[in-house]
């Protein structure tokens, strides 16, 4: 998300899967996916079938490659070295797509201070353009000085050749990424890299868009956000964002998961990403946490003025006021005053990291005394699950909300590790949980589209789903803390709270509706449905739970969500299907499909144009964009919000309107992807003089031991990834039959050279070990994962499926007993994709697989069917006829 | 696919059937001998399957089972790249399969080999380097009921469970077979088997009780690349030629159809496929024969024998002076 | 391998190149050994039977007698050999079903049609055959019974051998002599169970003339056998090891044919001759089991 951001201005994906059969070559790397998005990889072979190149990218040979037109092997945790050398090959070559460079990113802007750190290449790009001490500039870019002294616009190069335009510094950046470079640390040939940027060339510009789609296999890993930035400036130099066919796809790992960022379950964000008060200063009023933006936090160095805060003046994020005082006002209602700040104070302010590995650390130091884990596994899913399980034996409660009884659920009594349940002192509740066909509610998808869907039965038993336990549990608080004096329960004391019926229909699920009609927002006098964003106000006019889903519930009655058109424009655009954050618009940045002037950069390409006598955009997809806002227009120089960005500026949440090539601030670890080895990996960085990534933070405990740099000890590069089979941990889908017949057992690939090595024939055991622990499976021995050779030896690869724990009717080997603890450091994700091992033939202890949990379940064949005529029993099924 | 989805209330009611013991005993010796006049002919449907759009999900698999309500087949994993159903059989209808082909294993003493230099090399080509052949190959295939326009297990079926339907499937009547297993006997594919279940052989349906409410097959809806397609035949035998057209003009010249057209020894297959490899490959017999090409022969040999032999006895006996 | 409802057995192969190819395709009906014992039973009751048949016809006064014993151990035979195939199906109570439909193409449906339509004049000819007394008129009525009965003796006779060489199962689907074999052999079964019978009640004649006809049927049989070997040669060689495959040659061309040959020419005793049928059965047996095995074998 950090990389999607900092490079065009929102952490979400650009563009749709449907909209792959719009791309002329598709590049799908740091994912599998066909086997992860089965259902969306029907676009990109419709796609093939119009002539589009598929490029498959990966460690391993995967079903996604089968079906791809090219694949190149990479060793897992290059990603960064290869696309650092497309990008040096579209440099060198000069095949940008020189018009949208020049105007849309900021290419031409200079850079002040640069050469200060010109002797270290990568140090300068890691921290940026320094002062004459040393200390990171936080102005960054080189400005006009104007004759009052005062800071004015940046000073650019339309012609792109100066030393201190940020085109020319990418390309010193990236000169040392040379194709043998390249294949020396990633294991592939030289000509890969070749063949793979020329292909992305070919097929970018005014007639052609390529796309890049990308999952897990980009985010997790130490540098995660900076190869996420590297695509984004790929994109960026090839003309691609906000073009139909182009963009940058983040194919997202849950039904929900953007759901789940949007309105967040993350510790450091606010609904819309709008940024977690810190108790810091810069955050102690609500003026000054909106004065100093949205960026405030994301800024390198501590100056407490810098062009970071221009967020708060210029661009979209300059109405951080109103969809704060709105957020307030949803949650607070009456309580929410100008007087109280709206209640601002109330907000937990954040002292610490509490993402979930640092969170899961404290509670095994012994400072959580209760957790609530909802639809979360942390006993197998989290990385160094030995450390999580442990860390939760170390809790006074917990409440599991689950389907069935999960790891996490039944640790106390079935760690692998064999502790003894009599000492855990941890009191267990496990609620049962309704599915997502017994509730009512909205997901939120990897294309931003919010979709509704009705109860199709009631839930069973005593199952509830968590939107009912958190409003239950909710009003309890309240109730608890009514007649309370501490300021500690101010905050719950206020909250509006009011989704449900009364107390006496306890038992029924609350109106999911209700709540999506307060994220949308309305005007608290009329309790009126807001029908944008553009009627949020700062003076508590408004309520709205999520600025970016304004729209989607525009009167009482209209629910978007449910919207049911199937009519599509450009073969891709179908605006009457549900709706999608912003505004409904699909592909975001689409100004950036017409040129500067407002007209399509080509008929075969055009998505939005400028209607020069209706003065106003239009096109297949809704403008992302001021509707009527010309492509002439200038903004007057202390022009704020909005109105600050030019008619030809298309990434609006930019306070220049510009896409960042160079990003100046956002990302802690500096303005241009720099390739790291992973923090555990065999081999030295040879394109660089620092071996990992120095801003990673390693959790420092006993648990969790990292290898060091080239440890022969663990000489094997483990990587973890999914099958189509199974669905994450396996709590959704090893209780299931017919998947677990798919998949019945956990096994580890590795390749015939490896198994040679080691004397493992097909399906034998083996143990994989890592500094953290080890685990037992069969071998699956296959040429799929060959090894690369990487500085003269073969990179084996041991791949890790990372469906398997102790709970269900399939169980096995749990692999995150071998990851590690560790965060990169923009969004704290861990490093799945690449660690170390080691590999022999052999079994653990006594020998004996795990027994499968009894579970309770109804079995699912039932004949015949209930509540269904006898006409319409399947006919082929068992029984029949007797 | 668009499919006409008609409201299941609508569907006409069986009656059900009276209970007790005698007229239970009453009514499974007369039922399987009443006939009814067959449903209207409708036009041959059937599936074509395009493996080289297959990306091996399984879905095909798991919406048959769920459709059909047929039981797992228990945990037994394979070691076979990651086919862990094994065949087709009574239970598994759709079984999708994976064919690794990528290469021999590099021997240990050219592992290390340093990598050859670039592009500054005259023989490098950048248009080759583009068009170059991919490495290595993952096949995959979801194999079904082939719903052979001539079926052997139609034509072995005693008991008349066998038929072909109004759609032209080859469809087993579940009330009506006593699992004799002359049609496991008879399939030169190995698609049914008989289940230790209820006694009876099943297999793909074609799903016939969807087909009839205007709905597509569970694993057609089901197949999120569209490898596997559903409709009339005719217009799917159109379709998959035009395929293997495209495929031959971008490279890809091993493409062709097994089963869209009669050969020798055996009809066509309603159940098609576009294959990359030689059919022994896919687990598909390369030139399937039709058992009953021999049938009559087989009979003149056998009667011939038995009549050579009472000749024989006949002679002893006159030998013998009776 | 593969069980009779299809699941693989629990071993791990190893992913090749050549995928599938090499594996068996086809599945094997579940007919286990007990459908060996129906091919040595059908064999014997059918032969029994024609022979029985044929022997009366030709000769009424030598064979009369032991032709009446014999329809009633056919008919023996047969209930026996009945009773296996119902409860071999997969669904016994069903077994009426397979009277729904008369097909001439199904093998199968051939053999049930042919078995009901022999097993009515072989009651009627095995009941009269036991009948005390004598009931001279009975007697027309039992010989109009086994003629109606002999074209579907020989019907139930050779519809077994058409029924596995009719299928696509390695090994039977090349055998195009396997229903000449089983029907030439049932007549030799049939022959040497009319000896055995001729032989317990003392019908010298009888048996004089059955020694040579075994011993002649015996040989004949060996002509559509070999066609047969040489049908399934390399289904054969896969299904079984050499050892075994010698093992079996020995067994039916020592045991089965030369043996009984000599047996049946040199033996003077009621036992020497009861043991060279024996030997006749005992072989068919084999040669039958070996059959039946063989997709099973080369799975």
């Known amino acids: 998300m950090p990389g999607l951001g900092t490079s065009l201005g929102f952490g979400a994906a650009s563009n749709h899967p449907r909209d792959l059969v719009n791309s002329d070559c598709i590049l799908i790397m740091g994912s599998n996916m066909a086997e992860s998005h089965p259902v969306g990889f029907h676009w990109p072979v419709v796609a093939q079938e119009r002539g589009a190149v598929v490029i498959h990218v990966d460690p391993r040979y995967t079903r996604t490659s089968a079906v791809a037109d090219v694949f190149v092997k990479i060793r897992a945790g290059t990603d960064l070295a290869f696309l650092g050398g497309v990008i040096r090959y579209i440099l060198e070559g000069e095949r940008y797509f020189r018009e949208y460079v020049v105007h849309y990113t900021n290419a031409p802007t200079f850079i002040a201070a640069e050469d200060q750190r010109a002797g270290d290449a990568e140090l300068a790009a890691r921290c940026g353009p320094a002062t004459a001490d040393g200390v990171s500039d936080p102005w960054v870019y080189d400005r006009e000085v104007e004759p009052d002294g005062r800071r004015g616009q940046p000073r650019i190069d339309p012609t792109l050749t100066d030393p201190k335009c940020v085109l020319q510094i990418l390309k010193r950046h990236y000169a040392a990424y040379t194709p043998e470079a390249v294949a020396r640390v990633c294991g592939c040939r030289p000509e890969d890299v070749v063949k793979v940027a020329e292909l992305l060339c070919r097929n970018s510009g005014r007639d052609r868009t390529s796309a890049i789609a990308y999952a897990l296999g980009w985010t997790q890993h130490s540098t995660g956000a900076q190869i996420i930035r590297a695509a984004g400036i790929i994109q960026l130099l090839l003309g691609n964002v906000g073009r139909p066919g182009g963009g940058v796809l983040a194919l997202r790992g849950h039904a929900c998961i953007q759901g789940a960022t949007d309105i967040p379950v993350l510790f450091d964000t606010l609904p819309a990403y709008l940024p977690q008060p810190r108790a810091v200063p810069g955050h102690a009023t609500l003026a000054q946490y909106l004065a100093n933006g949205k960026s405030y936090l994301s800024r390198r160095g501590e100056a407490p003025d810098g062009l970071w805060k221009g967020d708060a003046l210029r661009g979209g994020w300059a109405d951080m006021p109103k969809f704060t005082v709105s957020l307030l006002k949803a949650w607070y209602g009456e309580a929410a005053t100008p007087e109280n700040d709206y209640g601002y104070g109330w907000l937990p302010k954040l002292d610490e990291d509490l993402s979930e590995m640092s969170y899961f650390m404290k509670m095994h130091r012994g400072h959580i005394r209760g957790t609530f884990l909802m639809g979360q596994n942390p006993a197998v899913g989290g990385p160094n699950a030995r450390l999580h399980r442990d860390a939760m034996r170390r809790l ?181 299907w549900a709706w999608a954050w912003p505004a409904n618009r699909r592909i975001l940045y689409n100004r950036a499909s017409a040129d500067p002037d407002g007209r399509p950069w080509s008929q075969r390409k055009k998505l939005v144009w400028w209607d020069g006598e209706a003065k106003r955009w239009t096109g297949h997809d809704a403008p992302d964009f001021e509707r009527d806002k010309a492509p002439d227009y200038r903004p007057p120089v202390d022009a704020r919000g909005l109105a600050a960005i030019a008619g030809n500026a298309p990434f609006s949440m930019h306070q220049d309107g510009r896409g960042w090539l160079y990003a100046p601030y956002g990302l802690k670890d500096g303005p241009l992807p720099v390739f790291y080895e992973p923090l555990e990996s065999p081999f030295i960085n040879s394109l660089g003089p620092h071996q990992s990534d120095p801003l990673a933070v390693v959790l420092v405990d006993p648990m969790n031991p990292i290898a060091a740099p080239g440890d022969p000890a663990y000489p094997l590069i483990a990587t973890t990834y999914r099958l189509t089979e199974h669905y994450l941990s396996g709590a959704m889908s090893r209780f299931d039959s017919w998947l677990c017949e798919l998949q019945p057992e956990m096994f580890v690939e590795i390749s015939p050279e490896l198994a040679r090595e080691r004397g493992v024939a097909n399906g034998d055991w083996v143990v994989v070990s890592s500094p953290r622990g080890e685990i037992e499976a069969r071998a699956l021995v296959t040429g799929r994962l060959k090894p690369v050779v990487v500085d003269g030896r073969p990179a084996h690869t041991v791949g890790l499926p990372i469906h398997w724990g102790y709970a269900g009717e399939s169980v096995g080997a749990g692999v995150n007993t071998l990851s590690l603890l560790c965060l990169d450091p923009n969004a704290d994700i861990h490093s799945a994709k690449s660690f170390v091992c080691q590999l022999r033939a052999g079994r653990l202890g006594n020998g004996r697989p795990p027994e499968p949990l009894p579970v309770f379940s109804r079995p699912v064949v039932q004949d015949p069917i209930p509540d269904t005529p006898g006409a319409a029993q399947p006919l082929g099924r068992f029984g029949h006829g007797q | 696919m668009a499919s006409r989805e008609v409201e299941v209330a609508e569907l006409p009611q069986r009656s059900e059937p009276p209970s007790g013991p005698l007229s239970d005993i009453a009514r499974r010796l007369v039922d399987p001998f009443r006939t009814v006049s067959p449903p209207e002919s409708r036009p041959a449907t059937g599936f074509f399957t395009d493996t080289t759009v297959c990306i091996g999900c399984k879905a095909c698999e798991v919406a048959c089972k769920e459709w059909n309500l047929l039981p797992a087949d228990g945990l037994h994993w394979s070691g076979n790249s990651y086919d862990n159903t094994g065949a087709l059989s009574a239970t598994s209808w759709r079984h999708v399969k994976f064919i690794e082909q990528l290469g021999e294993p590099t021997p240990a003493a050219s592992v290390a080999a340093p990598k050859t230099p670039l592009t500054s090399s005259p023989a490098f080509s950048l248009q080759r380097l583009l068009h170059e052949p991919k490495d290595g190959r993952w096949l995959m295939m979801s194999d079904v009921c082939k719903h052979c326009v001539a079926a052997p297990c139609q034509q072995a079926c005693p008991t008349g469970a066998l038929i072909h339907n109004e759609f032209e499937n080859v469809f087993i009547q579940p009330d009506i077979c006593n699992g004799c297993s002359s049609c496991v006997s008879a399939c030169p594919f190995g698609v049914v088997t008989r289940s230790s279940l209820d006694g009876h052989s099943h297999k793909c349906t074609l799903c016939y009780d969807r087909q009839r409410d205007g709905l597509v097959p569970a694993c057609a809806k089901a197949c999120p690349t569209q490898s596997i397609q559903f409709g009339p035949i005719d217009e799917l035998r159109e379709r998959a030629r035009a395929r293997v057209h495209e495929l031959h003009r971008r490279g890809v010249t091993e493409a062709y159809l097994y089963g869209d057209v009669p050969t020798a020894s055996y009809s066509e297959l309603n159940s098609f496929y576009l294959l990359v490899d030689r059919p022994a490959v896919y687990g598909l017999p390369d030139d399937p024969v039709n058992p009953w090409l021999s049938m009559k022969g087989d009979y003149v040999r056998a009667i011939g024998s038995g009549l050579a032999a009472i000749a024989a006895l006949l002679a002893a006996l006159w030998l013998g002076g009776i | ?123 009627v000819a095995a009941a009269i055959g036991v009948l005390p007394g004598e009931w001279t008129s009975l007697d027309a009525v039992r010989h109009i019974a086994i003629i109606v009965g002999l074209p579907f003796a020989l019907g139930s006779a050779v519809y077994k051998g058409v029924l596995l060489s009719t299928s696509a199962q390695p090994g039977w689907k090349d055998a195009r002599w396997l229903g000449g074999y089983l029907t030439s052999s049932a007549i030799a079964l049939g022959c040497a169970g009319m000896l055995f019978l001729s032989l317990m009640m003392g019908e010298e004649r009888a048996t004089a003339a059955l020694r040579l006809a075994l011993g002649i049927l015996v040989t004949v049989t060996l002509i559509p056998l070999g066609l047969l070997v040489a049908d399934v040669r390399p289904a054969l060689a896969q299904a079984y090891r050499a050892r075994e495959l010698s093992g079996l040659a020995a067994a039916c061309l020592g045991g089965g044919t030369l043996l009984p040959l000599y047996l049946l020419v040199a033996g003077k005793t009621t036992s020497v001759l009861v043991v060279g049928a024996l030997c006749v059965a005992l072989a068919g047996l084999a040669i039958r089991f070996a059959i039946v095995r063989l997709p099973h074998a080369s799975a």
């Open chain 3, 1 to 123: 391998m593969r069980t009779g409802d299809g699941r693989a057995a629990h071993a791990v192969s190893t992913p090749l190149p050549g995928g599938y190819a090499g594996r068996a395709i086809t599945h094997a009906p579940a007919w286990g050994g007990l459908v060996a014992w129906d091919l040595l039973f059908n064999g014997i009751s059918t032969g029994l039977f024609l022979v029985a048949a044929i022997c009366e016809i030709a000769a009424p006064r030598v064979f009369a007698s032991a032709a009446g014993v014999a329809y009633a151990v056919a008919l023996g035979f047969l209930v026996v050999d009945l009773a296996a195939l119902v409860f071999d199906l997969g669904d016994p109570l069903r077994f009426h079903h397979m009277l729904r439909v008369v097909k001439p193409g199904s093998p199968m449906s051939v053999g049930t049609w042919c078995l009901t339509l022999y097993s009515l004049p072989l009651t």
């Open chain 1, 396 to 576: 006074d409660w917990l409440v599991v909300r689950d389907f069935f009884e999960t790891e996490s659920a039944s640790y106390w009594y079935a760690d692998p590790d064999g502790v003894d349940p009599k000492t855990v002192p941890t009191e267990i509740f496990f609620l049962p949980a309704a599915s997502v066909i017994e509730k009512s509610g909205s997901f939120t998808n990897t294309e931003r589209m919010l979709q509704w869907h009705d109860q199709a039965v009631p839930p069973p038993g005593d199952c509830r789903s968590d939107a009912w336990f958190v409003y239950d549990l909710g009003r309890r608080l309240k109730a608890l803390y009514r007649d309370s004096t501490d300021p500690r329960d101010a905050p719950i004391r206020h909250l509006a709270w009011d989704y449900g019926s009364d107390s006496t229909a306890a038992a029924q699920e609350i109106d999911t509706e209700k709540v999506l009609r307060e994220i949308n927002g309305y005007h608290v006098s009329e309790r009126r449905q807001l029908r944008g964003p553009g009627e949020l106000a700062s003076d508590g006019s408004t309520a709205c739970g999520c600025w970016l889903y304004c729209g989607v519930f525009p009167d009482a009655q209209s629910n978007l969500a449910r919207a049911k058109d199937h009519r599509i424009d450009g073969d891709s655009i179908y605006g009457g």
